[in-house]
Nanobody, 127 residues
Framework: QLQLVESGGGLVQPGGSLKLSCSTT????????VGWFRQAPGKEREGVSC????????NYADSVKGRFTVSRDPAKNTVYLQMNSLNVEDTGVYYC??????????WGLGPNEYEYWGQGTQVTVSS
């Protein structure tokens, strides 16, 4: 059973940056595609970014393109989401998810692509 743990959330002012991490206990992430999702209060969960196991396929939601960067470090068994130029609309609980069969293809930002989910980390952008 793959268990995912997110970290790095917090309170940041508009225009600021945060770097989220997604790591595992037990099994490694080497053969999994990983997606990042967020959910704001009263809104549906939306896909933010994904990266496949080889880092060859990477996708971003239009709302974060040019501001967010996803990457993975196999040596540390961790996937990162670097978030820059944050605005209040980026506020929400951020989740990472993983699946061995997802390819981060055209449906890679859909939550149904992923079987394993972390508990989430809160990101609040406020002045």
């Amino acid at each position: 059973q793959l268990q995912l743990v997110e970290s790095g959330g917090g309170l940041v002012q508009p225009g600021g940056s945060l770097k989220l991490s997604c790591s595992t206990t037990g099994f490694g992430l080497d053969y999994y595609s990983v997606g990042w999702f967020r959910q704001a209060p009263g809104k549906e969960r939306e896909g933010v970014s994904c990266i496949n196991s080889s880092s060859e396929n990477i996708n971003y939601a239009d709302s974060v393109k040019g501001r967010f960067t996803v990457s993975r470090d196999p040596a540390k068994n961790t996937v990162y989401l670097q978030m820059n130029s944050l605005n209040v609309e980026d506020t929400g609980v951020y989740y990472c998810a993983a699946d061995p069969f997802s390819t981060c293809g055209p449906w890679g930002l859909g939550p149904n692509e992923y079987e394993y989910w972390g508990q989430g980390t809160q990101v609040t952008v406020s002045s």
